[in-house]
């Protein structure tokens, strides 16, 4: 097949369950043997030995001020969720596509492809990049090697397209993300000597509790004129585990938490704040007990936030491909903020909506593939 729609490409891509523990190098080859079919070389940026990413460079190669679209490949779990079909065949029905990805983001994946010969035809006089990275579902990880190989290997880019899932609005900005773990260490000591241990869960919820004021005093400091909702820094505690039997006073507990922060905000102050409270108001009492007792906080993974930038070259070029007056921000995290770091003026465009991603039944209406394809339409136009 020389041809194929946004949705025939879609169902293709669908298909293929790249979770982000599975290995995506099953799409990686079809999208390959895709490229090359047109006369379109590609080539990997290896993850890991059994996950890569995609570099793909149409029109002139040693031009400056290529346009770059960046989708990631990877998806999140169907695990637990209840489909009313298969998650990995692409379902029609009522103007909608159902199917794990077709929002987050294979859509906007999708669409590129199958312009992607239209690309290839055109005598492109700037061009066009496209950029598919692996493992965006689990800390925008994969994404980083990928850009160290562009900023090395290519001219500089004037913009960076992320087709996210935005309802095909224009957004200038977003926050970043901060995953934090705070390990909380006792003593063991049998169920009916108290006095003998130090319990690890009952000082974490003198740990959580802070954290929760943490999150008060950010709500407080909210900056209505920012653009995000909620327009703060948010805190959320996921996950807590400890103990080890009802019987045993519990020697260590656990905490996972993030911070979603909002741009150019730091996450190590959240983690020093913590520190600081453990350190004047627990550990003395805990330590009495035990020298070993303990409570440490630290910043495990960080993804960085999209910063507004009113002069970014990938905004005005956003507004005017998606014939659209103005900018939005989001809480959600994309890999812009790191291609932004890398000097790489970046923007977040695509087609679908984020509250249908992550979900049992995801879909993309019919409509926002079309609006993506006219997008990328004036974007190539541009660059012919």
């Excluded at 679209?69 to 029905?93: A, N, Y």
């Excluded at 995801?362 to 593939?369: A, G, R």
């Amino acid at each position: 097949m020389t041809r194929m729609t946004a949705i025939e490409m879609l169902e293709k891509l669908v298909a293929f369950d790249t979770t982000s523990r599975n290995s995506n190098l099953g799409m990686i080859a079809f999208i390959e043997d895709w490229l090359a079919a047109h006369g379109i070389a590609a080539r990997r940026v290896m993850f890991g030995p059994d996950k890569a990413n995609l570099v793909a460079v149409i029109g002139p190669e040693d031009t400056a001020g290529g346009y770059v679209l960046s989708g990631h490949t990877d998806v999140v779990p169907v695990d637990g969720q209840e489909w009313s079909s298969d998650p990995f065949s692409l379902r029609m029905e009522d103007g909608r596509a159902y199917g794990r990805g077709t929002a987050d983001m294979k859509g906007f994946l999708a669409c590129v492809l199958a312009l992607a010969p239209e690309m290839a035809r055109r005598q492109l006089k700037r061009p066009i990049i496209l950029a598919f990275s692996c493992d965006e579902e689990v800390g925008c990880t994969g994404v980083r090697p990928m850009i160290d190989w562009m900023r090395a290997n290519l001219p500089p880019v004037a913009a960076v397209f992320i087709g996210e899932p935005t309802g095909m609005e224009v957004v200038a900005a977003h926050k970043g993300i901060a995953q934090m773990r705070t390990e909380v260490t006792g003593h063991e000591a049998h169920g009916s000597c108290p006095q003998l241990g130090v319990n690890a869960i009952s000082y974490t919820g003198e740990v959580v509790a802070e954290i929760n004021r943490m999150a008060r005093e950010e709500e407080a400091q909210a900056d209505p004129a920012s653009g995000f909702v909620p327009p703060y820094s948010t805190i959320n505690i996921g996950r807590i585990a400890g103990g080890t039997a009802g019987n045993i006073i519990a020697g260590h507990c656990r905490i996972e938490w993030e911070v979603r922060l909002m741009p150019d905000t730091a996450p190590e102050p959240f983690a020093e704040r913590l520190n600081a409270f453990a350190r004047e108001n627990l550990e003395p009492e805990m330590r009495r007990v035990s020298d070993k007792a303990g409570i440490e906080t630290e910043v495990v993974h960080t993804v960085p936030g999209l910063r507004r930038e009113d002069d970014s070259a990938a905004v005005r070029l956003a507004l005017r491909f998606a014939e659209a007056n103005g900018v939005a921000a989001v809480s959600f995290g994309t890999e812009a903020g790191l291609f932004q770091q890398a000097g790489m003026p970046a923007v977040v465009c695509g087609p679908g909506h984020i509250d249908q991603a992550h979900k049992p039944d995801e879909y993309v209406e019919l409509s926002q593939l079309d609006a993506c394809t006219a997008f990328l339409r004036r974007l190539i136009d541009d660059c012919a």
